[in-house]
């Protein structure tokens, strides 16, 4: 196995290693298609240093899919420039990265083909070492961004998701991550994107209809909070690599403003619409998610958005006892209010359903822990009872605090 302690090597040899040499080695390798494999193991060999080219049949082995690795690679080699091929001289490593890469998955080899520049970024000090908070996810979006001519706001997402799966997966097959650590990563990621799908979505709205806003218990302005909450994976931090993203929209309750051109309600409805065709229109990079929208209140049968004590009012009185397992683990993922800078996490959670309905020991419980701006430096929290207590309503704390964004 190759590594950053292994020295460069200068020139590009003919034949790094015999043929029939490297043959030998290959045999005990389960490829599909033995000739076409030493073909391009041949050619592969010609272009490589001879470290790597020694090492090629014990790297090969250890993939999943040795015929689809070898053949990309072969690929890279190829079509990539002269600069790559001293990269991968001085540094041998990247060629056993790159392998890996190719050798679990051709979606994510062929990223890499395509995005040349992540060779570099492998070189950073670290960079494969740790995971990355969703801070650096948000820095690194806005730099992908500003390098960038694409103005399609789900081609940006998709290809930006791509380019960091493949260092994520990368840290997963060489075993520097576990498994938790990963997903939660992925988790992090998606909660990235799909910010900043909102951010895109409000941008279009607010354009055409302005900043959505409601009268408060004082009948002042306010603005009207929006957020989307992750369930299934998402909300339990446990995102894959494929998994559909289950979300749910809420917005903040209150009568709309006077001069509102079209009503709260509706606004948030075309929302939740922009976002979910944002994540989920198929690009040419795939779409950013799939997204599922069925576990929200009533499933498909309700709104696509809903105002947050309508939201309450359901799961405490009407949903499934099913249902309840879903906001155990709902997270906030992104939100959206003017006022304010920033929330932490925003959760829900019932209690086991083992009693009847009515029983008065059935409660809902929902926490709220905000980090509001400099005009409101107080966190709040806020509990709702659900059965013979009364229930308090939540609504007055959205108008308090909501956020942008939330520490990874």
């Known amino acids: 196995m190759l590594n950053r302690g292994q020295g460069a090597l200068s020139g590009f040899p003919s034949q790094s290693r015999p043929i029939a040499e490297l043959a030998a080695s290959a045999a005990r390798i389960p490829f599909r298609d033995p000739q076409l494999a030493r073909q391009n193991l041949a050619l592969v060999s010609s272009k490589l240093s001879p470290l790597v080219s020694t090492s090629l049949p014990a790297l090969l082995e250890e993939t999943p899919d040795p015929d689809c690795a070898l053949i990309m690679l072969e690929r890279l080699l190829s079509e990539s420039t002269r600069e790559l091929h001293r990269l991968l001289d001085r540094h041998p490593f990247l060629a056993h990265y790159a392998i890996a890469v190719f050798g679990h998955s051709r979606f994510l080899g062929e990223t890499l083909i395509r995005n040349l520049d992540l060779f570099q970024s492998f070189l950073r000090e670290k960079n494969l070492d740790r995971s990355f908070s969703r801070e650096e996810f948000a820095e690194a979006l806005a730099r992908f961004r500003s390098r960038s001519f694409e103005t399609d706001a789900s081609l940006l997402l998709a290809r930006f998701k791509r380019r960091e799966y493949v260092r994520i997966m990368l840290r997963d097959v060489l075993k520097i991550a576990p ?69 749910v929209y809420v917005y903040g309750d209150g009568n709309n403003a006077p001069d509102s051109t079209i009503s709260n309600h509706e606004y948030f409805i075309r929302l939740a619409q922009q976002v979910t065709e944002i994540l989920s229109r198929v690009t040419a990079e795939g779409p950013v998610f799939r997204i599922d929208l069925r576990l929200r209140p009533q499933g498909h049968e309700g709104e696509l958005a809903i105002g947050l004590a309508q939201a309450l009012r359901y799961y405490a009185d009407t949903a499934n006892d099913w249902e309840l397992q879903g906001p155990e683990t709902a997270l906030w993922a992104a939100s959206s209010f003017a006022a304010c800078s920033r929330m932490s996490t925003l959760r829900v959670s019932t209690s086991p359903p083992s009693r009847p309905r009515w029983f008065p020991g059935r409660r809902c419980t929902l926490d709220a822990n905000y980090a509001s701006t400099a005009n409101h430096p107080r966190s709040i929290s806020r509990s709702i009872t659900v059965g013979f207590a009364t229930l308090n309503s939540w609504c007055n704390a959205c108008s308090v605090s909501m956020a942008a964004r939330s520490p990874g």
């Open 179 to 247: 498994l938790a650590e990963t997903t939660a990563e992925i988790s992090g990621l998606a909660d990235v994107l799909i910010e900043d799908a909102l951010r895109e979505a409000e941008s279009r709205l607010q354009s055409r209809f302005g900043l959505p806003q409601h009268l408060d218990e004082r009948a002042r302005l306010a603005s009207t909070p929006f957020v989307v909450l992750s369930l299934g994976k998402l909300g339990g931090r446990e995102l894959n690599y494929s998994s559909d993203v289950d979300l």
